[in-house]
């Protein structure tokens, strides 16, 4: 089973950028659908992007990659197999991209991994703050 650790958080100003990081252990990204999501409390938790780090080439894994569209231009899902890690580089940040930010993996075949899937593991989380 793998384990999930993200960091990167912090505050930031209206307009500015973040980069998250999500370090995985015991298994290998390039194994599971992995996914970024949200949550604000009392809220209903948000898909943010999700992506297929097994695929190599950059115009098929785009075709798995997905994102949601309240980010979509300004979020980018990217990962880094020999460091085992998954980034999410946030530009042009709102107010509403306030939240506890989470890294998320599932496993099954490519096309099951999109925004509305289940996914079975989970990292602790890492606050986000824009204002």
């Known amino acids: 089973h793998v384990q999930l650790v993200e960091s990167g958080g912090g505050s930031v100003q209206v307009g500015g950028s973040l980069r998250l990081s999500c370090v995985a252990s015991?298994?290998?990204?390039?194994?599971?659908?992995m996914g970024w999501f949200r949550q604000i409390p009392d809220k209903e938790r948000e898909g943010v992007a999700t992506?297929?780090?097994?695929?190599?080439?950059?115009?098929?894994?785009?075709?798995?990659?997905n994102y949601a569209d309240s980010v979509k231009g300004r979020f980018t899902v990217s990962h880094d197999n020999a460091k085992n890690t998954l980034y999410l580089q946030m530009d042009s940040l709102k107010p509403e991209d306030t939240a506890t930010y989470y890294c998320?993996?599932?496993?099954?075949?490519?096309?099951?991994?999109?925004?509305?899937?289940?996914?079975?593991?989970w990292g602790q989380g890492t606050q986000v703050t824009v204002s």
């Open positions: 992506t297929y780090t097994g695929v190599y080439t950059d115009d098929v894994r785009a075709r798995f990659t």
């Open positions: 015991g298994d290998t990204i390039s194994r599971y659908c």
């Open positions: 998320a993996a599932r496993t099954g075949h490519r096309l099951s991994c999109h925004l509305g899937a289940d996914f079975g593991y």
